[in-house]
């Protein structure tokens, strides 16, 4: 599964940003299949699990951005968006998509969201 993100940016503290994560070439049938997630990882720490949605379409999120992140998708576009709002400085990482499917990962680019306060 080919992944790409996009969506990244600079923000101020209290903001929002959504990023997008398309499975590009990939038939309906398997997007359907997949399990996705957003990971990130900030300077000099390790890359952390951020949220999920299940083939099944169920949700969770990280205690860190719960309440203020949201996931959804849109299956004919093959895309699942992380909506971030309240966004706080300490959300400032590399965000990276994550497809699962049958126990195989597939990660797209990364892309970066900085947050000033």
């Known amino acids: 599964v080919q992944l790409q993100a996009s969506g990244g940016g600079l923000v101020q503290a209290g903001g929002s940003v959504r990023l997008s994560c398309t499975a590009s070439r990939t038939i309906l049938s398997v997007f359907n299949s997949l399990n996705m997630a957003w990971y990130r990882q900030a300077p000099g720490k390790q890359r952390e699990w951020v949220a999920r949605i299940t083939n099944g379409g169920i949700t969770d999120y990280a205690d860190s951005v719960k309440g203020r992140f949201t996931l959804s998708r849109d299956i004919n576009r093959r895309r699942v968006y992380l909506q971030m709002n309240s966004l706080k400085p300490e959300d400032t990482a590399v965000y990276y998509c994550?497809?699962?499917?049958?126990?195989?990962?597939?990660w797209g680019q990364g892309t970066q969201v900085t947050v000033s306060s």
């Open positions: 994550n497809a699962e499917l049958r126990g195989s990962n597939s």
